[in-house]
C-alpha cells in the first residue's frame, strides 16, 4: 500500500499558524495585519474605518464605542474581496487616474 504524505508546509498550514495567534476579537491595526498575514491583502487601519462608516467592510463589532473585527468575518469579507482568477482583463476597464475628456463644441 502506497501512502502519500501531505506538504505539511503549505499555505493551509501557514494561515492557520497565523490565525491561531490572533485574539477573538481585533483591533483595527491587529485586523490590519491579520488581514496581510493571513490572506495576503494590505489595507490601512484608516481604510479599514473608512470601509466601516461606508458600510462595505468586513463585520464589526462595538465594545463601548471602540471597533472590534472577529477573525471570522474578516475571513469572509477577504474571500469575498478576492476575485477569481481570470485570463483576462475588465470589459470596462478605465484608465487610473485620467480624468475623462471633455469635448466642447464651439460656433
Not at 52 to 77: E, K, T
Request: glycine share 6%.
Amino acid at each position: 500500500m502506497l501512502v502519500i504524505a501531505r506538504n505539511a508546509g503549505g499555505p493551509a498550514m501557514k494561515n492557520r499558524q497565523a490565525a491561531a495567534k490572533y485574539p477573538k476579537l481585533l483591533r483595527r491595526q491587529q485586523a490590519s495585519e491579520y488581514l496581510l498575514a493571513v490572506h495576503g491583502l494590505q489595507f490601512a487601519p484608516s481604510t479599514l474605518a473608512k470601509f466601516a462608516c461606508q458600510g462595505v467592510g468586513p463585520q464589526i463589532r462595538f465594545v463601548n464605542s471602540i471597533p472590534f473585527y472577529p477573525p471570522p468575518g474578516l475571513d469572509v469579507w477577504a474571500r469575498a474581496t478576492i476575485s477569481k482568477p481570470t485570463a483576462r482583463a475588465r470589459k470596462y476597464a478605465q484608465p487610473r487616474g485620467r480624468r475623462p475628456l471633455l469635448l466642447t463644441a464651439t460656433a
